[in-house]
């Protein structure tokens, strides 16, 4: 039986082989082009994989950090909520002492503007008007504090809802209440 030996090393080896071959100049042209070619293509090849490898790194990175801070937002949404509430009370009481400091200047002007033989005994905020209640000397001076009432900058028609006399025995003291509107601002 015969056999073949493919790996004799006693031929010429492929280098050599390679150098005796002679190759026609009309082939040679588009056969440097194919090898540059590929050679380009396996470096272009070698670049983007390391690019994709880099842009990976950075991908499990940014991932890290999302999961981080995911975590950390889930931790401190019952704090931002509480932030939340608390500036609306903040608001809120803000809005409360801008009022009564705006309340007691009304309060003020109104006391202003009656005569010296007229009082007040209450106020009651009603939804859209003032009901004051007071007392008065007599009905002039009644009706002069209705008339200061009116070139009051924040009361805008001042109208007499009830006066009755105070006392029986004094039927020149009155008891009045005065339905007052606010001025638009």
């Excluded at 004799?8 to 040679?28: D, F, H, K, M, N």
């Excluded at 001076?141 to 200061?148: N, S």
């Amino acid at each position: 039986m015969t056999g073949f030996n493919f790996l004799s090393g006693s031929g010429p080896s492929l280098a050599a082989r390679v150098r005796e071959l002679r190759i026609s100049t009309s082939v040679r042209a588009p056969l440097l082009s194919l090898m540059s070619t590929v050679l380009l293509i396996l470096a272009t090849c070698a670049i983007e994989s390391v690019r994709f490898a880099g842009a990976q790194a950075l991908g499990r990175q940014a991932a890290s950090r999302l999961f981080i801070a995911q975590e950390s937002a889930v931790r401190m949404a019952p704090a931002l909520s509480q932030v939340i509430r608390l500036e609306a009370i903040a608001s809120g009481l803000d809005g409360v002492q801008r009022s009564g400091a705006l309340r007691a200047r009304e309060v003020a002007e109104i006391g202003d503007r009656l005569p010296a033989n007229v009082w007040l005994r209450s106020f009651r905020q009603e939804q859209d008007f003032v009901l004051i209640a007071g007392g008065a000397q007599n009905f002039s001076a009644l009706a002069r504090a209705i008339a200061m009432l009116n070139t009051s900058k924040s009361v805008a028609a001042p109208a007499l809802v009830s006066v009755r006399t105070a006392d029986v025995d004094r039927p020149t003291s009155l008891n009045f209440e005065l339905r007052l509107t606010g001025r638009p601002q």
